[in-house]
């Protein structure tokens, strides 16, 4: 998906409108997206001031296997446009994939949702993250 983004010059545009559409990413990051990032010692400090926790002065400080779905899978409609059909086409069965793969994880741990981590806490009734559903 990544691949696809940077063809359709996705960089760039992001640059160019400065992540506009991360100002809606408060509480994207999932459990899945969590432990990934603990995994790869790769979790960079949140500020939770911003409207996205994650949006560095360079864009987000997430790397990119590391981050949540609704940021990887979203892309505005300037880069969409620049997709060819297939492109597109690649781009949305790709998305399918994962969303199959997040809800499959979902069946396992109390602690995952899709709707991220923060809202999912507040659900829990005191379980705990990783407890098997």
Do not use: W
Not at 81 to 98: I, V
Not at 108 to 121: A, N, Q, T, V, W
């Amino acid at each position: 998906m990544q691949q696809l983004f940077t063809q359709a010059d996705g960089l760039n545009q992001c640059c160019q409108c400065q992540g506009g559409c991360c100002d809606h990413g408060h509480n994207h990051m999932t459990l899945v997206n969590l432990l990934s990032s603990l995994l790869a010692h790769k979790l960079p400090k949140a500020d939770f001031n911003k409207s996205c926790p994650f949006m560095g002065s360079h864009g987000c400080t997430l790397t990119v296997e590391t981050r949540p779905f609704n940021c990887v899978t979203f892309i505005c409609d300037k880069i969409e446009n620049r997709m060819s059909a297939s492109q597109r086409e690649e781009f949305y069965d790709l998305e399918h994939q994962l969303r199959a793969q997040y809800l499959a994880f979902d069946q396992r741990f109390i602690g995952s949702s899709m709707r991220g981590l923060l809202i999912r806490s507040t659900r829990m009734a005191g379980n705990k993250f990783l407890a098997h559903v």
